[in-house]
T-cell receptor, first 116, second 114 residues
Framework: GDSVTQMEGPVTLSEEAFLTINCTYT??????LFWYVQYPGEGLQLLLK?????DKGSNKGFEATYRKETTSFHLEKGSVQVSDSAVYFC???????????????FGQGTILTVHP | KAGVTQTPRYLIKTRGQQVTLSCSPI?????VSWYQQTPGQGLQFLFE???????NKGNFPGRFSGRQFSNSRSEMNVSTLELGDSALYLC?????????????FGDGTRLSIL
């Protein structure tokens, strides 16, 4: 079945540091890939997405490139801020038809803490 | 445009009881998905509804059920509650649930079982 693996956390950085959160996936079809962010006490917010190989999703300074050859979708940001502290989830939506309708498969989440 | 609304935000129940959670999707969205979030298991897909029909279901026991109304609002029911059902239950909506469509999440209902 489908699965998503994220790098172990938590990740602690100083403000303005470079961020990378690794994400690799296994899918039976040709999935769409997403990054979601969750702030304390809230639901998930879509950060960015990519639907085909070599697509780059970007939003709020975050970027991720869909790499089919390495089955990866790593999240990067050049300069993090304290306000980026949250839990980040990598997710996929497979293209395998009926059994995939409305279903996202998530990684385990990576806690990011940014210190001033 | 209003987001996904879940009610109530918090619930406390005891073992053996049943509970109903409600979700109002974004206007125009016809697909509603439900997820369970726990520290141990992470985010797990429960089921998805579209046009009042369950199209997809995750690996949860039959105690977990749902329905969708003609206005796309959805409810989730858990019967005979167990301690392990304590979790954050998240609802998400999208236009039609197809691959590539982002899902928009509510803030969740936190269910605590005593």
């Amino acid at each position: 079945g489908d699965s998503v693996t994220q790098m172990e956390g938590p990740v602690t950085l100083s403000e303005e540091a470079f961020l990378t959160i690794n994400c690799t996936y296994t899918a039976t079809g040709y999935p769409s890939l997403f990054w979601y962010v969750q702030y304390p006490g809230e639901g998930l917010q879509l950060l960015l997405k990519a639907t085909k190989a070599d697509d780059k999703g970007s939003n709020k300074g975050f970027e991720a490139t869909y790499r089919k050859e390495t089955t990866s979708f790593h999240l990067e940001k050049g300069s993090v801020q304290v306000s980026d502290s949250a839990v980040y989830f990598c997710a996929l939506s497979d293209a395998a038809g009926g059994t995939s309708y409305g279903k996202l498969t998530f990684g385990q989440g990576t806690i990011l803490t940014v210190h001033p | 445009k209003a987001g996904v609304t879940q009610t109530p935000r918090y619930l406390i129940k005891t073992r053996g009881q049943q509970v109903t959670l409600s979700c109002s999707p974004i206007s125009g969205h016809r697909s509603v998905s439900w997820y369970q979030q726990t520290p141990g298991q992470g985010l797990q897909f429960l089921f998805e509804y579209f046009s009042e029909t369950q199209r997809n279901k995750g690996n949860f026991p039959g105690r977990f059920s749902g329905r969708q109304f003609s206005n796309s609002r959805s409810e989730m029911n858990v019967s005979t509650l167990e301690l392990g059902d304590s979790a954050l239950y998240l609802c998400a909506s999208s236009l039609d649930g197809a691959r590539g469509q982002p899902q928009h999440f509510g803030d969740g209902t936190r269910l605590s079982i005593l």
